[in-house]
């Protein structure tokens, strides 16, 4: 049974838990693991819970692939090379079937029933929800959620090396190579919201809709977790399969769960231990390492506004052959900050304090922040278009 995960060098420790929970349970799996970034210097195979290790340069094949690795920030990036991945993978292994799974899952269950699904199936999805939300907080918080950031939870996939998944990844690829961006305004959510198209377009697709996959914060309002890790863990009576611990590091995980259960619920002691994991897993250590597509090569940060404006603006796009060199960073700090003064940094601030806490939020505040966060991104849009 093969798996892989998509990851920068931060994300190591997730997917040390990733693959040690999963191997747990799935003594038989072999996790690839696929890096968008530099290794640490002493990462050593041999020592990890991965058996293969694919880096995205090297598969990825554009005209120019620094322009494309310099207009996706780090969650675009990780998202926009799972379909590119997938296809390396099955090309370079000759392998039947693969599942994909995010880094910040962990497995509590054998899942050799995804496999057999496939005998029958080319590909397979979890939608984030099942049943309508019970409440009108979180039809805000949940269902709108879905409109927007799409109906299918791509932190998992499987798909089979048949004709028709081919066709899948084949058509998701191409979509991804050109559009896949955080730019909700335009219809567009990463790697998710195209495959509200694909159950339209492929009758070969199946959505599970079994309670005890997929499991997630967004989904705990009629998914309830019971049990332990000693003693095993159940969603609704159902032995559970994967948990996505989906926002940790930003603390929507636990904003969102804390409108769920109550400290020292069942739900809540895994999260606790999931952050153990984490520790255990050296989180001190690589959590906050930054991607190194996040620089300039003369070591200056690049800002999320200079990737849009490099891929909005063709005179610009097609002017600098490299984005990543010191021509195109002086021409972003002259230009695109040519208002360095109090207001373009405010309005900054406020952009991106709005998109963090409609993020975090749930129900009628998130509404409020997100509004405010559209409002700021137009104008600041309409600034960065000079």
């Known amino acids: 049974m093969h798996f892989f995960t998509s990851i920068t060098t931060n994300y190591i420790p997730k997917a040390r838990v990733l693959a040690k929970t999963l191997k747990k349970y799935n003594s038989d799996c072999i996790m690839h693991i696929v890096v968008s970034d530099d290794l640490p210097r002493n990462f050593d195979i041999s020592t990890e819970p991965f058996d293969f290790v694919w880096f995205s340069e090297d598969f990825i094949k554009t005209e120019n692939n620094n322009k494309w690795f310099f207009i996706h920030n780090v969650v675009e990036l990780c998202t926009a090379v799972k379909a590119a991945a997938a296809l390396h993978i099955f090309e370079k292994m000759s392998i039947n079937k693969l599942i994909y799974l995010d880094p910040d899952i962990a497995v509590f269950s054998n899942l050799e029933e995804l496999f057999v699904m496939l005998d029958d199936n080319s590909v397979l999805l979890t939608p984030h929800m099942t049943e309508p939300a019970k409440s009108e907080v979180f039809i805000n918080a949940d269902e709108t959620c879905c409109l927007s950031h799409g109906i299918y939870n791509l932190g998992f996939f499987a798909v089979k090396n048949d004709t028709n998944g081919l066709k899948f990844l084949n058509w998701w690829n191409d979509r991804l190579m050109k559009w896949c961006y955080d730019d909700i ?129 063709k005179d610009v796009y097609n002017y600098f052959d490299n984005p990543f060199g010191d021509d195109c960073c002086c021409w972003m700090r002259g230009s695109v900050l040519d208002c360095q003064n109090e207001k373009i940094f405010t309005i900054i601030y406020k952009w991106l304090k709005y998109k963090i806490l409609y993020k975090l939020m749930i129900g009628e505040k998130r509404v409020k922040y997100r509004i405010k966060y559209h409002v700021f991104k137009k104008v600041l849009s309409r600034i960065s278009k000079i």
Not at 247 to 254: E, T
Request: no cysteine; aromatic share 16%.
């Open 185 to 313: 305004p335009k219809g567009l959510f990463t790697d998710q919201k195209w495959i509200d198209l694909a159950v339209l377009f492929f009758d070969f697709i199946k959505i599970i809709k079994d309670v005890e996959y997929n499991v997630a914060t967004w989904n705990l309002e009629t998914r309830k977790l019971t049990g332990s890790i000693q003693n095993g863990l159940f969603v609704n009576g159902k032995v559970l399969k994967f948990f996505h611990f989906t926002g940790f590091d930003s603390g929507a995980h636990r904003e969102v769960l804390s409108y769920h259960a109550k400290k020292g619920e069942d739900v809540w002691k895994l999260s606790v231990w999931y952050e153990q994991m984490l520790d255990l897993n050296g989180q001190s250590k690589l959590g906050d390492n930054t991607y190194k597509y996040a620089f300039y090569d003369n070591g200056e940060k690049i800002l999320q506004v200079h990737r849009i404006v490099f891929r909005e603006r």
